[in-house]
């Protein structure tokens, strides 16, 4: 029996509402992606525009000019006023982003379904079987456009916005390795602007070198952290340590994503000062000690992404009010079926995203490495 372009279409959208709609989290994923999921649950939108999504900040409240302080005064003193004008703006221009897949009516064809292209001529009643053939070509079809749209966007999402650049810039443009040079949503971050409040926090070894070179950036952070679970731990003490520094400015990093190594750092350390629970070792033989937990209660969760990118002995520490993903409003995970062109037998599938990722603000975020 034959499909008109049109059911075989409709199929198609059923199965990607399916796929793609039903959730933040792809049943089909092969690997876990935290960062994906957290960013496309949490998402918020704006509305079509120009091309920046702009975000007022404010890191000064005076003006310099010395009447900015609060001074005595006595009977008929002469005051003084000051004039605030403090409003920075934070531009994040968005981007658009495709992937589509292909179905040739040769490939049909060997499945024994026939395609009428003739604007919905009606056709005979389907066969269950030539139903079932159908759904199970576009599932594999589909399962391939999933896997691929999560696995790629998940890059983007990690990347630094250097590896394409009509792609969104992703969090590592955010919390950078060395948030001491260059700019974040189009603000400067240098010594030299003041904006030093317009930084995360950073313990890498780029931040080491910076720091050799302009010893004043060591506000910002420091070297790599080398783990030793000697005197309580000198990984988990200086997260204890980094938690004031994170909430200093009403901050609330509840989101840890970290490599594998840097997981199992924290587990040495937790071994050896006596974290174990009432059900660690037990008849089981359990000998888990649970997940890690931060201070402020964000539960460190693995990241095989940060593995494939060679930062097993990372962390990724934020507030998810502060740097999230914005997306244009009925424009993200949107799928298309693209007429095809008159001169070529193929069936098309598209799904387009329009957003970026921004930050509201960014003394609230972290990364670190271990040595």
Not at 81 to 105: D, M
Request: proline share 4%.
């Amino acid at each position: 029996m034959a499909f008109t372009a049109g059911e075989i279409a409709s199929i198609a959208n059923a199965s990607l509402d399916y796929y793609f709609k039903k959730g933040g989290q792809f049943d089909q994923t092969i690997q876990e992606k935290p960062l994906l999921k957290l960013c496309e649950d949490r998402k918020k939108t704006f509305p079509g525009g120009k091309g920046n999504i702009s975000l007022a900040v404010v890191g000064t409240y005076g003006d310099g000019s010395g009447n900015d302080v609060v001074k005595g005064y006595t009977h008929n003193d002469t005051v003084g006023f000051f004039t605030p004008a403090n409003v920075k703006r934070a531009n994040y221009p968005w981007r658009e982003h495709h992937i589509g897949l292909t179905l040739t009516h040769t490939e049909l064809k060997i499945d024994g379904i026939s395609v009428v292209d003739t604007n919905g001529e009606k056709t005979t009643e389907h066969s269950k079987r030539e139903l079932t053939v159908l759904v199970n070509l576009l599932e594999q079809k589909l399962f391939s456009l999933g896997e691929q749209y999560a696995r790629t966007m998940n890059t983007l999402l990690w990347g630094d916005g250097t590896a394409d650049a009509k792609a969104l810039a992703g969090m590592r443009s955010i919390i950078k390795d060395n948030p001491c040079v260059g700019t974040c949503g189009g603000l400067d971050q240098t010594a030299a602007t003041g904006f030093t409040w317009w930084r995360n926090r950073a313990f890498t070894a780029a931040m080491a070198t910076q720091i050799g070179t302009v010893p004043g950036d060591a506000v910002s952070g420091g070297g790599p952290i080398t783990s030793n679970p000697q005197n309580g731990g000198a990984l988990l003490q200086a997260l204890s340590k980094q938690y004031y520094q994170l909430i200093r400015y009403g901050g609330k990093p509840t989101i840890a994503l970290a490599g594998s190594a840097f997981i199992d750092a924290m587990q040495t350390e937790r071994r050896a000062n006596g974290f174990y629970s009432m059900t660690g070792f037990t008849r089981d033989q359990d000998v888990s000690i649970g997940e890690s937990t931060l201070p402020g209660g964000a539960q460190v969760e693995y990241d095989p992404t940060l593995d494939d990118l060679g930062y097993q002995k990372r962390l990724y520490w934020f507030d998810p009010k502060c740097i999230f993903l914005m997306a244009m409003e009925d424009e993200w995970r949107k799928d298309h079926t693209p007429a095809r062109p008159y001169n070529v037998f193929v069936l098309y599938k598209s799904i387009t995203s329009t957003g970026q990722m921004v930050a509201s603000q960014l003394n609230s975020s972290l990364v670190m490495d271990i040595a």
